[in-house]
């Protein structure tokens, strides 16, 4: 696991260039400034989660949700999803807004089409967001986000050990997928 910083660019293409397999890269930086302040005022009131058609409810007791305001911080990523898995022409595909608080275990698995790459921001956990990344668990603070590419790496989210977590999830892949 590599921790985003100024050197994170070079680290990043090590990664790729000695074709190692990318486990996952935490990115404390994904949001600065206005546009977190920004996404904070537009969760705080989008959230907590209500029963209404806006949200689709699964039967893992989790919720998502699509919208504009989603997809405007979707287009905010792509940048940094591009220099993270170092593929110039990434395209983002589709981005969810997700609410748990049930217990309930999410199975490690691999991603499918079109999701080639995700970044999972943690935006509020009340007792940490624990996440499987190739049979290690990795836990992310508040606002922080996790990149890797999902049809490459086994990823599941760990039991929730209790309380609400807020994910958004920006999911990217190249334009021949």
């Known amino acids: 696991m590599v921790r985003s910083s100024n050197r994170h660019r070079w680290i990043t293409r090590f990664l790729f260039t000695k074709r190692m397999k990318m486990d996952a890269i935490i990115i404390t930086d994904l949001f600065k400034g206005n546009q977190v302040e920004e996404m904070r005022h537009w969760l705080d009131n989008e959230s907590p989660y209500y029963d209404d058609q806006t949200w689709e409810r699964h039967e893992t007791g989790m919720m998502k949700k699509t919208c504009p305001e989603l997809d405007m911080y979707h287009i905010f990523s792509i940048d940094k999803a591009r220099e993270v898995f170092d593929v110039p022409n990434l395209l983002p595909t589709f ?17 499918t089409d079109p999701v080639e790459f995700t ?59």
Do not use: C
């Open 95 to 111: 981005a969810t807004l997700n609410w748990y608080e049930t217990n309930a275990n999410y199975p490690v698995h691999k991603d």
């Open 119 to 177: 970044i999972m921001y943690n935006y509020y956990s009340e007792s940490g967001w624990n996440m499987n990344v190739n049979g290690r668990e990795i836990v992310l603070a508040d606002e922080e986000a996790l990149a890797y590419e999902g049809q490459q790496t086994d990823h599941g989210r760990l039991q929730n050990p209790g309380g609400v977590t807020v994910a958004l999830y920006f999911n990217y892949a190249r334009p021949d997928n």
